[in-house]
């Protein structure tokens, strides 16, 4: 039988995209051996409205950040859909546009992978695509009680991946934004110097 191409997918608030989402894409690339990695922002996070910036500069944003690696991609799929960003929506939309010899892998914290029994279509989901759960030093990275929840499919379609663990979050970057401390080494320069050509995340 003929291996299928794996294609990995990223989603996310991105507010704003950081190392330690370019980390966990890199890693699962490797690891997974993935085809690429598309990220997709998302226009409405269903999980998250507080403090999220207009999607144009999220956007923006992590375009700028994996223009330079050739395994990434960005993709406005979310950014064009009206209401909120479901990933079950997304994933249809892939698959038509890369047909049947295809497997997705979307790759998350293992923070979300832990929120997987809220989303919307979950069942659905964990038929279309594999998981792939990135460690994160925030006390998520055991997820036995959500595969549990989740059923059979779960344990078959959810893998937890070891990365060199950050304690970076877009929120804890926020905070330093604001407080105008350094973000150096925590986001991509570009994304630094977006970030000030157009003052956003300022201090309050
Ligand atoms: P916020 O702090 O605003 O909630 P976030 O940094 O967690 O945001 P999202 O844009 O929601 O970022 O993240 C997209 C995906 O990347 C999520 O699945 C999240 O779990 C994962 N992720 C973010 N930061 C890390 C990290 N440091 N290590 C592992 N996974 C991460």
């Given amino acids: 039988m003929v291996e ?10 991105f507010n704003p995209i950081h190392l330690g989402h370019l980390m966990i894409a890199e890693v699962a690339c490797e690891s997974f051996n993935l085809e690429k990695v598309i990220f997709v ?51 249809q939309h892939f698959k038509i ?10 790759i998350a914290g293992t923070d979300t992978i832990r929120a997987l029994p809220t989303w919307k279509f979950i069942e659905e989901l964990l038929d279309e695509v594999h998981f792939i759960g990135a460690t994160r030093p925030d006390g998520t990275s055991v997820i036995d009680a959500t595969l549990d929840e989740l059923g059979p499919k779960a344990h078959e379609k959810i893998h937890v991946m070891e990365v060199p663990e950050m304690k970076l979050s877009a929120t804890y970057l926020r905070d330093r934004l604001r407080s105008g401390k350094t973000v150096r080494y925590m986001l991509p320069k570009c ?7 157009n003052h956003i995340y300022g201090k309050e």
Avoid: C, L, W
């Fill in 191 to 197: 994304v630094v110097d977006y970030i000030a050509e």
């Fill in 4 to 13: 299928k191409r794996r294609i990995g997918i990223i989603g996310g608030t």
């Fill in 97 to 106: 546009i890369y047909g049947p010899n295809v497997e997705f892998y979307f």
């Fill in 41 to 91: 922002p998302a226009r409405i996070p269903p999980h998250k409205q507080h403090d999220v910036i207009d999607s144009r500069h999220r956007y923006a944003m992590a375009a700028a950040a994996v223009a330079d690696n050739p395994n990434f991609e960005i993709s406005d799929i979310e950014m064009r859909r009206e209401g909120p960003s479901y990933t079950v929506d997304t994933i």
